[in-house]
């Protein structure tokens, strides 16, 4: 009996003493690091293969980072160079106002991380997320550069300026304010690109989509728009209706189709003009479409081979613009300006629909 109770009390102290070791990494302080002139706006760029990162501007004079990944203090050798290849952990250094966070140096091998940051709010952000990860950002004023491949963008209370580029997700913006001189720019091959700002934001807007819509909640009076269309589609709509009007601001002409061809009485018969006018025009019709057709694919095709070239080159050594879209053209284009204009707005998607919408 009393052997037990010796050994019950011992078991009951080992688990004491190791209850605050458990508590300890479960509530384990954050990794923290601080810029070398805290009085300058400093630039924090994000490497991330594999997995979510979230960014939050706070009133705060240093970078504090949670992830579900460990960080790894890095490795002192003899020549010098430090370890940045461990598979479960991350590293964070500072050097001249620029702090980098790194995960997964060694691309699709490593394992899935997700990180919570919160930094100054003036900082500027570079993230590359090259394989998978979604990425928000909140309250920041500092500029936004973001590339990613598959996942979505959030962006919420931004002032900077922006350029975000996802091959397979979708963009979502809610403007605070527009900085004189830094304009915002977002892509998507496929997804909706959604821009929400204030009722009275004064900014010049540029929109393109190919297979999609472009829709907005202001009134006609506050965003004064007109439609552009490329060579090919006035092509198009040439032979659909040689004699439809222009487009005007804020109006888009639907060109009516051509009637049919009336049947032609027993005592007349059809001239060979008209019969070779119609075979123009339906010729006419499918080069045209044909054309867009081939514009579309190629588009598509050279986007996945610079994403394809861009992680290769990426995966021998991390550059800081791993992957970039190709220009896109063609397709519908509506540009004007929002009570009265201002900064340029961009945005642009292959496959999806772009929405300018009033800030709740």
């Not at 050798?77 to 966070?101: F, I, P, Q, W």
Request: proline letters at 5%; hydrophobic letters at 40%; aromatic letters at 4%.
């Amino acid at each position: 009996m009393k052997n037990i109770r010796i050994h019950s009390l011992f078991l009951l102290a080992a688990t004491l003493a190791l209850a605050p070791a458990c508590l300890a990494h479960d509530e384990s302080a954050p990794s923290t690091i601080a810029f070398s002139d805290p009085t300058k706006p400093g630039t924090l760029k994000i490497r991330v293969w594999h997995g979510d990162v979230t960014i939050h501007g706070a009133d705060v004079k240093e970078i504090s980072v949670r992830s579900d990944s460990e960080d790894e203090a890095p490795t002192s050798r003899k020549d010098g160079m430090r370890v940045l290849s461990a598979s479960s952990s991350y590293t964070l250094n500072e050097k001249g106002n620029v702090a980098v966070l790194e995960y997964g140096s060694d691309g699709w091998t490593e394992g899935e991380a997700n990180f919570d940051i919160i930094v100054p709010k003036s900082t500027s952000i570079i993230v590359a997320n090259s394989i998978r990860g979604d990425f928000e950002c909140s309250n920041v004023s500092g500029d936004i550069d973001v590339k990613a491949t598959h996942g979505d963008v959030k962006l919420d209370g931004v002032s900077g300026g922006a350029l975000v580029e996802t091959i397979n997700g979708e963009i979502s913006v809610n403007v605070k304010s527009l900085a004189e001189s830094r304009p915002m720019s977002f892509t998507s091959m496929n997804g909706q690109v959604v821009i929400h700002v204030p009722a009275d934001l004064k900014a010049s807007i540029r929109f393109r989509t190919h297979r999609g819509v472009i829709l907005s909640n202001f009134d006609d009076k506050a965003l004064v728009t007109k439609t552009e269309i490329s060579r090919r589609q006035l092509k198009a709509l040439k032979a659909l209706s040689p004699d439809a009007p222009p487009a005007q601001p804020d109006t888009v002409v639907a060109p009516a189709v051509p009637a049919a061809p009336a049947t032609p009485s027993a005592d007349s018969a059809p001239t060979a003009s008209k019969s070779g006018s119609d075979d123009d025009w339906h010729g006419e019709l499918r080069e045209s479409i044909r054309e867009a057709a081939q514009d579309a694919a190629q588009a598509a095709k050279e986007a996945i081979e610079a994403a394809r070239e861009g992680m290769e080159e990426a995966h021998i050594q991390m550059s800081d613009n791993m992957i970039s879209l190709p220009p896109m053209t063609g397709g519908k284009t509506v540009t004007g300006t929002l009570n009265g204009g201002g900064v340029e707005i961009q945005a642009a998607t292959l496959n999806g629909d772009i929405l300018l919408k009033k800030a709740e």
